[in-house]
């Protein structure tokens, strides 16, 4: 048996997956809700949102490039802050992509409705949760090659559809109403078609939306060239930002009205569909169904490697740091799996209300564990003692800015009654794992490897 993780992930790769993380559900589902919040103050919005998100993984980039770890910063969070910390960073990833996963699942299903109006909810989540198992089980390289091509079907699907949109734009008359009509962007109320409330409410989707940017952090561990690869990576945040948000959002809100997009599905299939292109429309629910998927096999990789981490650390059964013959945390994936299938149960008891109840979790779960990465790299900053190669731009500042506006956006979802009870949770979830992290201090000893 091996007994260390094995190193499978190429520079090609991690690159797409950093690519393709941006681009899940909270883009080609979330959006809509955005939009309809917002108006098109959206695109500035997202501009804000995606420079905190760049802040944020920029320090945890400059942690995986001194010191590559699968457990990303719970393993950062252990080591320099201490192991109370890395404990409650860890299983708190670790709860937050559970959710993740369940929310994809869930989503993929919701866009299976635009084909299949009468589709069972719980038994599309089930096969598709069991072949992603698969997946997950037979060696890191292929998880590799699955998110290579879905991410790449992605990206070149927004590419295509920016061309066709501008295309669009170009060479179809504009319409009074408002169908191909660059004045979108500032008739129906103007810019801040909703005011100061709405740009504020938007930025929890907006948050929700960037979900998953750091797991670039977690291929660090299991990367040939870490040093090289994870820079690369992280610096293209910014450009696909530009790219894949507020290029792609500035297309459809153009093409078509944003006050009359239907916030219940994709706003790429509904503009589509109203414009009068209802292929176009399909491929973009087919395409909304394979980044469902891929963040959904992002979730089930992050999870386990998480969890092998943490088990590593002494937070974790020990069970969970066993591997197989092809260096996969097994026992890790299985036992997320497990707790990833309630959301089986949960589409067959509430297929209708599941989806935001999911999302709102989700976001304040990403919430603490970005705050923390942004703590834990301040400990960082003062306690390592190599020279680091790849540094955080404007810190101390930068962290203090992207904190500020974590912890605003918290407050922001407490007013929202959507999102509210998400808040009301957090404090007790997180008292729950302090209160078994003190009790594996009294009952359970140390586990450390």
């Known amino acids: 048996m091996p007994n260390k993780l094995k190193h499978g992930l190429t520079t090609r790769h991690i690159l797409m997956i950093a690519l393709g993380s941006a681009i899940g559900t909270g883009f080609f589902f979330g959006a809509g809700e955005s939009i309809q919040l917002a108006g098109p103050a959206i695109l500035l919005s997202y501009a804000i949102g995606g420079v905190m998100m760049y802040i944020i993984v920029r320090a945890l980039g400059e942690m995986a490039v001194a010191e590559p770890s699968s457990g990303s910063f719970s393993y950062y969070a252990y080591k320099y802050i201490g192991s109370y910390a890395g404990f409650i960073s860890g299983w708190n990833y670790w709860f937050n992509y559970i959710i993740v996963c369940m929310l994809e699942l869930t989503a993929t299903s919701i866009f299976m409705d635009y084909w299949f109006p009468n589709s069972v909810h719980w038994v599309i989540t089930l096969v598709v949760m069991l072949i992603f198992t698969g997946i997950n089980l037979l060696n890191v390289k292929w998880f590799g090659e699955f998110e290579f091509w879905f991410a ?11 061309l066709f949109g501008v295309y669009i734009l170009s060479f179809s008359p504009s319409s009074n109403q408002g169908v191909s009509n660059v004045a979108n962007l500032w008739e129906y109320g103007g810019f801040f078609a909703h005011g100061w409330s709405g740009f504020l409410f938007s930025f929890v989707v907006v948050v929700f ?4 940017t750091e797991l670039v952090g977690i291929t660090a561990g299991e990367a040939e060239n870490p040093k090289k690869t994870i820079p690369l990576a992280i610096n293209g945040i910014i450009i696909r930002i530009l790219l894949f948000y507020l290029a792609t959002l500035a297309i459809i809100m153009c093409l078509y009205p944003w006050n009359k997009i239907n916030a219940q599905i994709s706003p790429f299939v509904d503009v589509f569909q109203q414009i009068g292109i209802s292929k176009a429309a399909s491929l973009m629910n087919l395409v909304a169904i394979t980044a469902a998927l891929s963040s959904l096999n992002s979730g089930i990789y992050g999870t386990a490697r998480m969890v092998y981490n943490l088990s590593l650390q002494g937070n974790a059964p020990k069970q969970f740091k066993q591997l197989s013959l092809k260096g996969i945390p097994s026992t890790a994936i299985v036992f997320s799996i497990i707790c990833i299938a ?3 149960w949960l589409n067959y008891l509430y297929p209708k209300q599941i ?4 999302l709102a979790v989700a976001t304040i779960a990403a919430i603490i564990n970005w705050i923390t990465i942004l703590i834990t ?3 960082f900053k003062r306690k390592f003692k190599g020279e680091s190669s790849y540094k955080t731009i404007l810190y101390p500042l930068s962290s203090i800015i992207a904190v500020a506006f974590l912890v ?4 922001i979802m407490y007013f929202m009654p959507s999102f509210k009870m998400a808040i009301i949770i957090a404090p007790i979830w997180l008292a729950l794992l302090s209160l078994a992290y003190f009790c594996k201090l009294k009952f359970g000893g140390s586990q450390h490897a």
Do not use: D, P, Q, R
Request: hydrophobic share 60%; charged share 5%.
């Open 152 to 162: 790449g079907i992605k990206v070149l699907t927004v590419i295509c559809l920016i």
């Open 209 to 212: 939306s960037f979900g998953g």
């Open 342 to 344: 309630v959301t089986v």
């Open 355 to 358: 989806f935001n109840i999911l």
């Open 377 to 379: 790299h301040a400990c």
């Open 408 to 411: 605003m956006v918290a407050t």
